[in-house]
């Protein structure tokens, strides 16, 4: 299973940048796809998540500026974010947790990184 992110880059503040991230290999099913971020110096929080059914949950600091949602027929998870501001400055993360067969556990899975950096 890899999960490959994309779409970070630079961009100034109020800008906006989308992120994907694609979920390939031999999974049976996917539970709940998100993003996480860390700054230098700061421990790894959540951004947003999703589930299957589409329950979504965002961490506080981007409520109203952040969009999480999901293609669940391409296993791919997109994060518009709008309004960026410096302190959204961190290497992103995807997210997974998922099934490979039936019978099995669902387990976490990460993605490489991306990162955004937000200039004032």
């Known amino acids: 299973v890899q999960l490959q992110a994309s779409g970070g880059g630079l961009v100034q503040a109020g800008g906006s940048l989308r992120l994907s991230c694609a979920a390939s290999?031999?999974?049976?099913?996917?539970?709940?796809m998100g993003w996480y971020r860390q700054a230098p110096g700061k421990q790894r929080e959540l951004v947003a998540s999703?589930?299957?059914?589409?329950?979504?949950d965002y961490g506080g600091s981007v409520k109203g500026r952040f969009t999480i949602s999901r293609d669940n027929a391409k296993n791919t998870v997109y994060l518009q974010m709008n309004a960026l501001k410096p302190e959204d400055t961190a290497v992103y993360y995807c997210?997974?947790?998922?099934?490979?067969?039936?019978?099995?556990?669902?387990?976490?899975?990460w993605g490489q990184g991306t990162l955004v950096t937000v200039s004032s």
């Open positions: 290999g031999s999974i049976f099913n996917i539970n709940v």
């Open positions: 999703v589930t299957r059914g589409n329950k979504i």
């Open positions: 997210n997974a947790l998922l099934q490979i067969r039936f019978f099995d556990s669902a387990s976490n899975y």
